[in-house]
Structure formats: C-alpha cells, structure tokens
DNA sequence: TATTTTTGATTGACTGATCAATCAACAAAA
DNA sequence: TTTTGTTGATTGATCAGTCAATCAAAAATA
C-alpha cells in the first residue's frame, strides 16, 4: 500500500476530518484518536504529519477560511455593480455549507479557541477585517465614507450575530429569511442617503 | 471554622469563581482545581457541594443569566414608554460589565458549551427568546406585527453579532458605539413605517 | 534484468501527565 | 452524639505525544 506522495493526501484527509469531528461533536474538544479514525488512519500518523494537535487545529482553522475566501473572490468577480457585489458577500456568507449546523458549531469552536490560541485569532481577525472591508468598499460607492463605515460595522455584526444565533437552533432562521434581513438593513439604511445611486441600481 | 449555614455561601463564590476562571481561561476547559482555589476550597468541597463538573458549569450559567434578567426587569420597569424601553434593553445588553472582555469570553464558551450540553443550550434558548420577545413587545406598539417582528429578529441578531465581533478584541467598538449602531438601525427600520409615534418619541 | 539499499509511510504499544470523582477521616457546632 | 463542613490522599480513565519496528515502493548497483 505505501506509495510515495501521501503526504498531501493524509493532511487533506485529517484536515477535513478535523473539521467533520468538530463539527458534530461541537466544540474542540476532540481527540487525535477520533480525528485519525475518521480520517482512517492511526493517531500516530496526524502527529506525524502536523507535530502537534494544536497545529492541526490551526491548520483547520487556515483551510475552513481559505475555503470561504475563495467562494468570496469568486462570488465578487461574478458581480458587476457595488450593490450586487454587496448582494455578492451576503450571499457568500449565508451558503448552504456555511450555514450547516456543524459548520456553524465548528465555526463557534474556533471563535472561543481564539480566546487562547493567539494564531487562531490571528485568523480569525483577517476573516473579520476582509468581510468588513468588503462591504465597506463597495458601500463606499453607494454613500460617503463615513456612512459606508457604519453601515458595514452594522452589516458585518448583523451577519455574524445571525450566525451565532442559528447555533442554538430554536427558531431556526432560513438561509432565505437571514439572506433578506441583511438586504433589508442595507436597503434601509442606504436609502435616504443616496436616493439617487440606490434609485439607478434597484432595477 | 466549621459553621453551619455555609452551604449558600460556598455554592455562590463557587459558582462566582468558576465564571471569573472561565472568563481569563477563555474557556470552558477548566478544572475543577482552578475553580476550587480560585474560590479559596478544596477540589473536594466543589463535587460535595454540585456533585460534578457539568452541574457546576450548568449553575455558572444559570447564575449569568439570571443576572442578566434582573438588570434588564429593572432597567424595563424605569423605562416608561415602547421605545423607551427598546433603548433600555439596548443599554442593558451592552452594559459594561456585561462587555467586559472576560464576560464576553465566558459568554462564548458557553454558546460552544450549548452545542453538547442540552441544558446549557436550554438556558442559551431561553435568553435568545428574552430578548427578542422583549424587543418585539415593545416594538409591536410602534409598527405592524410583521414589521416588528423582522425588526426584533435583525436587531437581536444585531447585538449578538456587536458582541461576538468584540470577542476578537481587533478594532475594538467602544459601548457607545454599539449602542448607537442598535438605536440606529432601530429608529432607521422604523421610520418609515411609523412616523407619527417614531416623531412624537424623538422628543 | 536481478539484487540490494534507501527512503517514505504507517502502526501498535507504551509513557507520562492531567483530571474528575471518591472516600475515609477529622473538626467544630448543635 | 449527631450533623455539617472540610480536606488530603487515592483511584481510574483519558489523552497527547513518543518510539521502535514493519512494509513496500523507488533508486542505486551489479
């Protein structure tokens, strides 16, 4: 069975079991042995292969937001004006697989794990500043700077606190429903400050 | 030393001590020890007087809550009109003490926490609905049922996502400005819909 | 081509540390 | 003497991390 070249595989492999085991057993938590099973290999190979389980975790943690970076700078080249591609970010941030429970469990795990680990925050904090910057670069378009910064403090809270939310599931909110709140913020708050910019997109 | 009555006494400055330890912990990965000692008793004297670790922690939980209610019953009953009492829920949400770094950490393990353990995610529920019936009450006297609702559901997201932003302590959002961000997309919602009771409240 | 050597992949078994939980014992108050 | 409060010592389980050994492919050599 040893072929050469494994390497990639076996990290891809417990990277994504990481992530699966996180996810369902919510919260980070988890044993080496329950990520190796899942990943079908023994404990002994994921220290061999990332040291530590704590760099595993963070390599998690790398993979998860480069994943939802890349859905992003996909999802913005598609969309041509400000407003769409702000459409374009909510979008992105509500997907199917962003908004499964595991992932959002997962996704709670990492914020609490920043807390401690320094380089999980690290992460966490470029994730944050992207989505901010984001919005804020395409609401700038729409409204002056000043205005821009709110709106996108606002939306960007919005987004993580419907979120944080959908964890407890009661009351489950759909994607649509989360989707429409989001719009309807910036709608609303977009509205008496550019009558005209607002006005020339909304069809 | 040994005096009767010391039951209440020990459960509250354990109960005390274990959201202090979780907090800078940031985590709920704690151990009984730490608790104990923060707390100034044997390991021992905390599963005599909880039984286990999870009761302890479901207690911690029950306690932060329970405080966060009675601020919010006051500050709800000083408050004399809706939207009045919108802005006291508001300030209440983000007060100080609540918006401590500690508090917010502590806050955030617990959400993880409610993932496995169904009480926990129980108390969570019960503080989710809190808040948004009281937001919705209190909004239904100014807009239409379906308005209030949606406007409950974006401004409890709101204040959720204002807290889990501010767990990442990078470009951190004074009090203020959360609160005025909250207030904001509030009177912003509501304008339009209500202007008679939105103007005759805007003094 | 056949044979040997090297190297990467992989694991089972083990170790040391940590921790929740238990328990027997003791001290002071009632 | 009974009850309540309290602890030190211990146990048993769980886990991260280590290590020596194995196996098969690839590379080197004959």
Redesign the interface.
């Known amino acids: 069975m040893p072929k050469v070249g494994m390497e990639p595989v076996r990290r891809k492999a417990l990277v994504d079991a990481a992530m699966r085991v996180i996810g369902d ?3 980070l ?1 988890v044993t080496m042995s329950e990520i190796a099973k899942q990943a079908g290999v023994s404990p002994a190979l994921a220290h061999h292969y990332f040291g530590s389980k704590e760099q595993l975790l963070i390599e998690t943690v790398r993979s998860h937001l480069q994943r939802l970076r890349d859905n992003t700078v996909m999802a913005l080249r598609a969309a041509k004006t400000p407003r769409e591609k702000l459409s374009a970010i909510i979008r992105v941030s509500f997907q199917a697989d962003q908004f499964a429970p595991e992932t959002i ?1 997962a996704w ?2 990492f ?6 680990s320094e380089e999980t ?1 690290r992460f ?2 470029i994730y ?2 992207r989505l901010r910057s984001n919005l804020l670069a395409n609401l700038k378009a729409l409204c002056s700077g000043d205005d821009a910064e ?1 709106i996108a ?2 939306a ?10 959908q ?5 489950p ?1 759909s994607i649509e ?1 989360s989707i429409a ?1 989001t719009e ?2 910036i709608n ?2 977009l509205a ?1 400050l550019s009558r005209k910019a607002a006005f020339q997109k909304d069809r």
Chains 1, 2 share one sequence.
Request: a positive charge; hydrophobic letters at 45%; zero cysteines.
């Open positions: 057993h919510g919260s938590t469990a709670l795990a914020y609490a794990e920043a807390q401690r925050r966490l904090v944050a500043r709110r403090e606002g960007a809270a919005m987004i993580d606190g419907l979120y944080i939310r964890s407890l599931r009661s009351a909110i429903a709140l309807d913020y609303t708050l008496p």
